[in-house]
């Protein structure tokens, strides 16, 4: 047993090193996006305006919060009754742990929790409904210089109170702070 204990600490001391060299130097870094997001619903198709603010707390990991306004309705008619679908919000916040494979062009996969609202109209009657989401996704950012660059995503929403699933993709404009 005390090979084992000697063997662990051994390793351990070795790992320091290669754990301390995630840590960003100066502290994290900040970065903010503006872009269009597209929901694809059972029920409807979506867009919106998007958002985010984001630290990247090392090369490897990251936290966002991201705010979304509805811009795009979607139509329909039920029995000759026009209707309409209209996202007036959401806004989630995500971990993100990220694959940079250049100096210019990283991959990130993200999680994270949030809250949606939806309202339709249908024959001068109004309905609103809140949604909370477990939401899960993929994406790449490609940088031009330092600075600014283009990400694209695709989110999944997984509504908590058996409302379905949203798929949202999304395409922006990134500012490293």
Known sequence: MRNVILAAATLSVFALPAAAQVVQPGGPTYYGTLGYSQLDHSDGDLGAVTGRLGARLNPYL????????????????????????????????????????????????RGGYGTTRIKAELGGFESKADGESWNYGVGANYFFDGQNGVRGDWTRRDFTDDGGEVDVYSLNYVRRF
């Not at 936290?63 to 007036?88: Q, R, W």
Request: proline share 6%; net charge negative.
């Open 62 to 109: 990251g936290v966002e919060g991201e705010a979304s306004i509805g811009v795009k309705d979607d139509d329909f008619t039920v029995t000759g009754v026009p209707g309409k679908l209209e996202h007036d919000y959401d806004a989630a916040a995500y971990v993100v742990g990220i694959l940079p494979v250049t100096p210019n062009f990283e991959l990130f996969a």
